[in-house]
């Protein structure tokens, strides 16, 4: 009887244990769980004010981008101009947008922006071409040595200028392919400008046969510059005998027009000299060899 009580007597003990073992263990989990639920609504609280921060700040950057537009618009800023303080200020906001997302996520933005600061030496190193990109930017806009639309010939590439950025100046070549510039370049490089003035020179190097006459040549160019009227009359076209060459006798022929009218005036005219020379009976050279037979 007495075993019979003692082993009674365990097994409630062990019950008892176990009892309170498992509602420990329940009240443990229980207090993990409204630990982890909470964190999960702060942070989910956060995050939504991050998303809406992110959304609203969106809006609010298209809406100043939209702002500053109509004002440069208004006062007539040029194109260069307002192309670059767009980029300029596009950059900025998107700035304050990430340290305005960033601090809503209860991440201190006093400790972000002296990381920023402390990286800052290793990334204006990183980035000094850039930097020197954006002054080059800059004395591009104050020096003007060409505008939004003029044809331009630089760094080996020819094109139309699109878009000057605040690092780089954007070109659309003849075939249509579009050309990224560093401005840094640009403001230290040779820059050719072909829409800075408002008349070019068209010349021409026209070769006849040995034997055509001279003055009858040159009636004939004349003739075909008085008849287009894109070809300035001041100054005064000018042909000259330019080259007695190894199988023709060489022309140079100029004629002053408007820059729009360059390229037109250039293919025309040497279609109507080839059409006016055949109807003259001007002949064109070719390559000629004379062989002599040597003496037996």
């Given at each position: 009887?007495?075993?019979?009580?003692?082993?009674?007597?365990?097994e409630l003990l062990e019950e008892t244990v176990d009892a309170v073992s498992s509602a420990a263990s329940t009240e443990t989990t229980s207090i993990l769980w409204d630990?982890?639920?909470?964190?999960?609504?702060?942070?989910?609280?956060?995050?939504?004010?991050?998303?809406?921060?992110?959304?609203?700040?969106?809006?609010?950057?298209?809406?100043?981008?939209?702002?500053?537009?109509?004002?440069?618009?208004?006062?007539?800023?040029?194109?260069?101009?307002?192309?670059?303080?767009?980029?300029?200020?596009?950059?900025?906001?998107?700035?304050?947008?990430?340290?305005?997302?960033?601090?809503?996520?209860?991440?201190?933005?006093?400790?972000?922006?002296?990381?920023?600061?402390?990286?800052?030496?290793?990334?204006?190193?990183?980035?000094?071409?850039?930097?020197?990109?954006?002054?080059?930017?800059?004395?591009?806009?104050?020096?003007?040595?060409?505008?939004?639309?003029?044809?331009?010939?630089?760094?080996?590439?020819?094109?139309?200028?699109?878009?000057?950025?605040?690092?780089?100046?954007?070109?659309?070549?003849?075939?249509?392919?579009?050309?990224?510039?560093?401005?840094?370049?640009?403001?230290?490089?040779?820059?050719?400008?072909?829409?800075?003035?408002?008349?070019?020179?068209?010349?021409?190097?026209?070769?006849?046969?040995?034997?055509?006459?001279?003055?009858?040549?040159?009636?004939?160019?004349?003739?075909?510059?008085?008849?287009?009227?894109?070809?300035?009359?001041?100054?005064?076209?000018?042909?000259?005998?330019?080259?007695?060459?190894?199988?023709?006798?060489?022309?140079?022929?100029?004629?002053?027009?408007?820059?729009?009218?360059?390229?037109?005036?250039?293919?025309?005219?040497?279609?109507?000299?080839?059409?006016?020379?055949?109807?003259?009976?001007?002949?064109?050279?070719?390559?000629?060899?004379?062989?002599?037979?040597?003496?037996a």
């Amino acid at each position: 009887m007495i075993l019979l009580n003692l082993l009674s007597t365990s097994e409630l003990l062990e019950e008892t244990v176990d009892a309170v073992s498992s509602a420990a263990s329940t009240e443990t989990t229980s207090i993990l769980w409204d630990k982890f639920m909470d964190f999960l609504i702060r942070g989910g609280e956060k995050i939504i004010i991050a998303i809406l921060v992110l959304v609203v700040g969106k809006f609010l950057i298209s809406l100043i981008k939209r702002l500053v537009r109509g004002f440069l618009n208004k006062r007539k800023v040029e194109p260069g101009v307002k192309s670059f303080l767009m980029s300029l200020v596009n950059i900025l906001l998107l700035t304050l947008l990430i340290v305005s997302v960033v601090s809503t996520l209860g991440i201190n933005t006093t400790s972000f922006a002296a990381l920023i600061a402390s990286a800052g030496v290793a990334i204006g190193m990183a980035l000094s071409g850039n930097l020197q990109n954006f002054a080059g930017g800059v004395i591009v806009l104050l020096f003007k040595p060409f505008r939004v639309g003029d044809f331009i010939d630089c760094q080996g590439v020819s094109g139309t200028v699109r878009e000057i950025q605040i690092f780089h100046t954007v070109i659309t070549t003849p075939d249509n392919k579009e050309i990224f510039i560093p401005n840094g370049s640009l403001s230290s490089g040779v820059i050719t400008n072909v829409n800075s003035q408002s008349t070019r020179r068209v010349q021409w190097v026209i070769g006849v046969e040995y034997g055509e006459n001279y003055l009858e040549v040159e009636a004939a160019i004349r003739d075909i510059l008085a008849s287009d009227e894109r070809i300035l009359k001041s100054p005064e076209p000018f042909v000259a005998l330019n080259e007695l060459a190894d199988s023709s006798v060489n022309f140079v022929v100029r004629g002053w027009v408007v820059t729009s009218d360059y390229w037109g005036v250039y293919f025309e005219t040497n279609r109507k000299i080839y059409e006016e020379f055949n109807k003259r009976g001007i002949g064109f050279p070719f390559p000629q060899l004379t062989i002599h037979k040597a003496e037996a």
